[in-house]
């Protein structure tokens, strides 16, 4: 990614905010924007510096919950201000009834955040239907071990460790991914859902493409498409997934595969 200004937001943080980057990813085609943030410098004051607002719910949580809102906004309104729609527009990013980002019309969009970082995808919705993104540090042996079959089936383990990935990799990539996904599809569902309505049934390291498929009885429930495309990217920390794409029957001015 290379490094972007805060453009027409303010950077008064005392030092919250760190380094901040952006780019169009050549995978996916969406703007993503990532910013490094350090809750021990966090202090509530940094939503006016910051130009954010808090919500009521967000007032009523712990120290680090409003750091991680705050950082994950911030890169969400950055990232906005890249999209020729909103671009100079003052913008704030809602929240739902169930802590889903509320995006402005014409967006769609996704917020992650993990250990002092935050990423937020966005993309002209004439362009993209639905986009999910996670960022999720590598679990460890005992993680692992308590989640696997949470998280996972058998023949998506197998069909993991059949590509040399180590267990840690191999989970940590599936529950990314169906994360990615559950933000994805959540605009249109409108309901929570679990693991086991999607598994993983193609995986290219190459390419680092997971294919997720939905369960027949869950796609013909919600009127979905029963095949996802996760672009993901494997980092020294963690892993970084992302779900978009287009519903069949529409026509786009770009198909995201």
């Not at 937001?9 to 901040?20: A, E, H, K, Q, Y």
């Not at 990217?233 to 069949?248: K, M, N, R, Y």
Request: hydrophobic share 40%; charged share 20%.
């Amino acid at each position: 990614m290379r490094q972007a200004t805060g453009k027409n937001l303010p950077r008064d943080d005392r030092g919250f905010i760190g380094r901040v980057e952006s780019q169009v990813d050549p995978r996916t085609g969406v703007r993503m924007v990532s910013c490094a943030f350090e809750v021990d410098r966090y202090y509530p004051r940094c939503y006016d510096a910051l130009g954010i607002a808090m919500p009521p719910s967000i007032r009523c949580s712990v120290p680090k919950r409003q750091a991680e809102f705050l950082a994950g906004r911030y890169a969400g309104v950055l990232a906005l201000q890249y999209l020729p729609s909103v671009h100079n527009q003052c913008v704030q990013i809602g929240i739902g009834a169930q802590r889903n980002p509320l995006w402005p019309s014409g967006v769609v969009g996704s917020i992650s955040h993990v250990a002092g970082m935050a990423v937020c995808a966005v993309a002209p919705s004439v362009e993209m239907d639905f986009l999910g993104i996670d960022v999720e540090l590598w679990m460890s042996a005992k993680t692992c071990r308590e989640v696997a079959t949470i998280i996972s089936t058998g023949r998506e383990r197998d069909l993991c460790q059949a590509e040399g990935m180590s267990e840690h990799v191999a989970l940590t990539l599936i529950f990314s991914a169906k994360e990615s996904l559950f933000k994805a599809l959540y605009p249109a569902v409108q309901d929570f859902f679990g693991f086991e309505v999607a598994e993983a049934s193609e995986l290219c390291l190459e390419s680092k493409i997971l294919t997720l498929r939905l369960s027949e009885c869950f796609a013909q429930t919600h009127t979905l498409q029963r095949e996802y495309v996760c672009h993901f990217t494997l980092a020294e920390q963690c892993v970084q997934s992302v779900v978009c794409g287009v519903f069949p029957g529409r026509a786009s001015t770009r198909f995201i595969t």
